[in-house]
């Protein structure tokens, strides 16, 4: 019988930070690299693999003579890059477009450097992947993609064996493999692994090349000549075993896999890789709400700065949003993003994150102040310039500061750029005493509107209803009531369809949580340590905008203060919630009980959607879930939106949103739970969580959720502008498509010149042909999207001539 081929994979495994802080990890970089070209001074025929562009452009700016001799081993095939990402992040939280950034940074780094790109995606030590994966890869040029988690039997079972083609909805493919029993092998392990790996059961039947991992990791350090002397009387010293040797990297495990494998033999995956560690979608709330902030700052400001580079105002700053982005993708290296690294390091990424997003906001700031100061705001009166940083039309409640009412009789109006009269109403501030305007503004797509304010007040139109009572709020589109005592939503009422949507919403229930920081082991968090009740409940906007509930809810040393809101002219439901948490080792959970029934749960994921069984399991997803089946024989769903939350499950109808988790910092023993310990805890004290509750008729797919979760993230932003004259228009649209299911996610200057670059992807898995407008450059351009298709174009500013490019926009 012939042997299995052993690839033997040289890596040394580095978290640049985890536990210990990045500067140590920079170190760990020069160490390893240092330790393994002096390795291959020593041994003609080791190889070494090696991922993360960021590791090798510490190595270029440390240690130039180090990255030279780099230079000279990966052009012998003996150094290996793989990976082409920034780092090797979390493949469950970035966003889509943070997947794209890893890679264009990464890979024209590499090109640059190198003269060449990665072919292998690498990302070992994920804590699971997105099933969009995939098509990202494949448009970042990559053809194959190595990991290890999940692992088969304690995390995920998998049909065929662990080497398989995997497949992204759109049909995007990669020959995939699983590391089998770990990305590193100490000296005195290998012997045993390599024993072992031929025999492996989760092996695709037949399979003849085997990858073998080996040297020491996690804090680097990588092969020894111990490893290598192991490998090299292998053979000899085991002489019936069923495995030979060969010094190999994962091109050259890919290869041999292609050539003695027919294709058709290889299983199709058409699926995530999940599950491992679910307590990381959770961990260290202020961790993800900054990425999400920093992820949605940065684009908005690209949309704008684009915009003012295409009217001739500004340069576009190509030097400063690079800057920024990689300080976040660095931040989503995965025990970063998931949580679950040590305090102090979180301190570190709070200073990098608020930098990059403070650059990305003086970089939005410089734009919009640019197109502000030639806009005519002569009219009379203060004037506000409301900015659509999405290109879709949008309609959304704006608050405008307590500036816009100075010099002005009061009360004031609002009335917009064709002098009607615009619903207002004054709402709390930020302070005691403090006065800010709430108004409904429609905004067009990826451009502004001029709205002024007036002396004196003036009456609008009030043709729908909006009401307020001691335990309920009601208008047009829905009735909610509340229990005075526990707070809870004990109604909610689609007016429109006279449905019953759902009774027990609004729960706010602490979990038991004994699971380490990752919540290795665990799948679901079920069992109650108790609730939170109402200590008080009032009503404290009221208004011809808006009404608002306020509810005050302890449990513990815990405090909530949630508000919800309704308008009278636009039927999106928003929630608000402050929370002090003081309690140690439980899970804060938010939980809506409908009436669905025989319903599939539908998650965000990074430029796609996830569509999974509601068993109550921890799940991953982004800016929404949805829940849809029916409701008395009626299609019809719940989808919850937030502005930086992670995790969910649903159950028996019930969408629960996890708020918080309080483990310990780094806790990776899960047998070893002390309760009295005086470890440093997690997400204690305040945060902030937003959410938006849209009940719908019939599908997620055509109620629109997928853009009113971005319209929740990337809200229009009101900027105060003086009197003056100016030759742009009191509303301007700048650019746009039609489609509902098309979504523009990016809109920037190329990376290698002057040329315009825009991004979008197809949200409901559905043929679509739209027109891409620029109304000020009076261009149009149809594009035509296959099915959760991501598509990226490249027009030449010069000649308007439009072109379909991958993700390194060639």
Excluded at 83 to 94: K, S, T
Excluded at 275 to 289: E, L, M, N, Q, V
Excluded at 642 to 666: E, H, Q, T, W
Aim: glycine share 8%; charged share 25%; hydrophobic share 35%.
């Amino acid at each position: 019988m012939e042997k299995v081929t052993l690839h033997m994979i040289g890596h040394g495994h580095i978290d640049p930070t985890w536990l210990w802080n990045w500067q140590e990890g920079f170190e760990e970089v020069r160490a390893t690299a240092r330790s393994v070209l002096n390795l291959m001074e020593e041994h003609d025929s080791f190889c070494f693999v090696c991922g993360s562009g960021c590791f090798y452009q510490w190595l270029k700016d440390s240690e130039p003579e180090l990255f030279e001799k780099i230079k000279k081993r990966v052009e012998e095939g003996r150094w290996e890059i793989a990976g082409g990402f920034w780092v090797e992040p979390d493949c469950n939280i970035p966003c889509g477009e943070s997947f794209v950034r890893q890679g264009l940074y990464s890979q024209r780094f590499f090109l640059r450097e190198f003269g060449r790109i990665c072919k292998v995606g690498f990302n070992p030590d994920a804590f699971g992947h997105a099933g969009t994966l995939p098509q990202i890869l494949t448009k970042l040029r990559m053809t194959h993609y190595a990991y290890m988690r999940p692992e088969p039997y304690r995390e995920m079972m998998y049909p065929g064996g662990t080497l398989f083609w995997w497949q992204a909805a759109d049909g995007s493919q990669l020959l995939t493999s699983q590391i089998p029993l770990g990305y590193d092998a100490p000296a005195h392990e290998i012997v045993e692994k390599m024993k072992l790996l031929p025999g492996l059961s989760s092996l695709m039947p037949g399979q003849q090349h085997v990858l073998c991992f080996y040297g020491v990791g996690n804090h680097g350090g990588g092969p020894t000549r111990e490893n290598l002397e192991h490998i090299d009387t292998y053979e000899q010293n085991n002489p019936q075993a069923k495995g030979k040797v060969q010094y190999s990297t994962l091109s050259k495990f890919f290869a041999a896999i292609e050539e003695s494998t027919n294709k058709d033999a290889i299983p199709t995956l058409e699926r995530e890789l999940q599950h491992h560690g679910r307590g990381c979608y959770t961990a260290h709330s202020d961790i993800k709400r900054l990425n999400r902030q920093v992820e949605h700052t940065l684009m908005t400001a690209e949309r704008f700065a684009t915009i003012a580079w295409l009217l001739g105002f500004d340069a576009y700053p190509h030097d400063a949003f690079e800057k920024c982005w990689k300080d976040l993708l660095y931040n989503q290296f995965h025990d970063i993003l998931a949580g679950t690294s040590l305090e102090s390091t979180y301190e570190d990424s709070r200073d990098q994150l608020g930098a990059a997003r403070h650059r990305a906001d003086v970089i939005l700031n410089a734009a919009i102040q640019k197109i502000a100061k030639n806009v005519d705001t002569s009219a009379g009166g203060n004037s506000i310039i409301a900015f659509n940083p999405l290109p879709w039309p949008v309609t959304a409640p704006l608050t405008a500061p307590p500036s816009v009412e100075r010099f002005l009789e009061k009360p004031v109006h609002f009335v917009d750029d064709v002098e009607t009269v615009v619903l207002s109403q004054p709402i709390r501030g930020e302070r005691i005493g403090h006065k800010q305007y709430r108004f409904l503004a429609e905004l067009p797509a990826m451009g502004y509107r001029v709205f002024h304010v007036r002396d004196g007040a003036k009456m609008a139109r009030k043709a729908l209803p909006l009401e307020a009572g001691p335990c309920c709020l009601q208008n047009m589109w829905w009735r909610i009531e509340f229990n005075p005592c526990t707070g809870e939503i004990v109604r909610l009422v689609d007016n429109t369809h006279k449905l019953e949507v759902g009774t027990g919403g609004n729960v706010l229930a602490a979990m038991v949580d004994h699971s380490d920081t990752w919540s290795h082991g665990v799948d679901e968090y079920r069992v109650e340590a108790g609730r939170f009740t109402v200590t008080d409940m009032r009503i404290v906007e009221q208004g011809d905008v808006q009404v608002t509930m306020r509810i005050v809810s302890r449990y513990g040393q815990s405090e909530v203060i949630t508000e919800y809101t309704l308008y009278r002219d636009d039927n999106r439901i928003d929630c608000d919630l402050r929370i002090n948490w003081q309690e140690r080792y439980q899970m804060l959970k938010l939980m809506f009980n409908t009436n669905i029934q025989e319903g599939l749960a539908t998650y965000d994921v990074p430029y796609g959607y996830q569509i999974r069984m509601p068993n109550g399991q921890e799940e991953p997803g982004q800016q929404w879930i949805d829940l849809t089946g029916s409701i008395d024989g009626i299609p019809y769903g719940l989808a919850i939106l937030n502005d930086c939350k992670y995790g969910f499950d649903v159950l028996d109808g019930m969408i629960r949103v996890s708020l918080l988790r309080s483990p310990a910092y780094a806790h990776h023993d899960n047998g070893r739970f002390e309760s009295n310990a005086c470890w440093p805890i997690m997400d204690q004290g305040w945060q902030r969580v937003k959410l938006s509750l849209m009940p719908h008729i019939g599908d997620w797919r055509d109620a629109g959720v997928v853009k009113a979760a971005w319209e929740l993230n990337a809200p229009p932003i009101v900027h105060p502008e003086s009197s003056h004259p100016g030759d742009r228009t009191l509303q301007a649209g700048l650019l746009g498509t039609e489609s509902d299911n098309v979504l523009l996610s990016v809109i920037k200057c190329s990376e290698d010149g002057d040329d315009i670059i825009i991004r979008g992807y197809e949200t409901a898995g559905r043929s679509a042909e739209t027109r891409l407008h620029l109304p000020y450059f009076d261009k149009c351009f149809k594009l035509v999207f296959s099915p959760h298709e991501i598509k990226t174009v490249r027009i030449n500013r010069n000649t308007w001539t439009l072109k379909e490019v991958d993700l390194l926009e060639e």
